[in-house]
């Protein structure tokens, strides 16, 4: 039997082709979205009969449903929605989509997986959280995960003990979940004054600092903006002033090169 996606391909081109001329931009997604409602919505001699929304929500078997959208999803684009949402309204898919995002090395099927937990609000947080912090992991897929993450709830228990042991970019990681996630706490704000005590996590600790909104950080980030380079001091300052602080320091930069730069540019145009 032919997967939904592939059904829906075949009557989109014969409306494309019926149509006898050529779609662009914004008219060509309207029509296929339009297209897509109505073809979920009318009878399919492929399903018996029944529209591919009936036949598909009258699948009532889990692994059924995981197939269907494994098959949905190499097949290219987008995952298809009419699939997505049924398995978002099955408790007993949760499961196996949390092991496929955790375990799968196909990177586009798991994000897809995640984006259903995510739909159903049944987001595995330890084993995302597992992933985000696998050093193999890549970049898009963590990211998706973080954004994930951070608009999930009580995830606050599971990241805390972290904070006792993270360091280099897991630690940025999880100062990005912890703040954007709006937890708070002494734990975090120490956590995140400590990020402040490494070169390498300094200049994002700083962005992070400033997103937090405490301004109890302001007297370390004076303290820093007395010792660093003209490029750090502009980040400090940025971060001060987000926090409604004043930044009074004045320093000589003649011997900084990236205030040389910066200025024989301006002078140069």
Not at 159 to 173: D, H, K, Q, V
Not at 185 to 197: H, P, Q
Not at 239 to 245: K, N, S, T
Request: glycine share 8%.
């Amino acid at each position: 039997m032919k997967s939904p996606k592939k059904l829906f391909g075949e009557y989109f081109r014969k409306r494309l082709i019926a149509g006898g001329k050529a779609i662009k931009g914004d008219e060509f997604e309207d029509l296929l979205a339009s297209s897509a409602a109505e073809w979920e919505n009318a009878p399919c001699d492929e399903y018996g009969g029944k529209t591919p929304r009936e036949y598909v929500g009258g699948i009532t078997d889990a692994n059924e449903m995981i197939k269907m959208f494994r098959d949905d999803v190499a097949e290219g684009g987008e995952p298809f929605a009419l699939i997505s949402d049924r398995l978002a309204e099955m408790p007993e898919a949760a499961p196996a989509l949390g092991k496929i995002v955790a375990e799968e090395g196909d990177e586009r099927l798991r994000e897809a997986a995640a984006d259903v937990l995510f739909k159903s609000d049944r987001v595995p947080v330890a084993e995302f959280a597992e992933v985000v912090f696998d050093p193999d992991v890549t970049v898009d897929l963590r990211e998706r995960l973080i954004e994930i993450l951070s608009q999930t709830e009580n995830i606050y228990p599971v990241l805390a003990p972290r904070m006792e042991y993270a360091e280099g970019e897991n630690a940025l990681i999880l100062a990005e979940l912890l703040v954007s996630s709006g937890a708070r706490g002494e734990d975090v704000f120490e956590f995140l004054m400590r990020l402040t005590e490494s070169a390498e996590t300094l200049p994002r600790a700083l962005q992070l600092i400033a997103e937090y909104g405490d301004e109890r950080a302001l007297p370390r980030l004076y303290e820093l903006s007395g010792t660093c380079d003209y490029a750090l001091f502009t980040d400090i300052r940025s971060a001060v002033e987000w926090l409604g602080g004043e930044m009074d320091t004045e320093r000589d930069w003649s011997a900084d090169k990236t205030f040389a730069a910066i200025k024989g540019n301006k002078e140069g145009k």
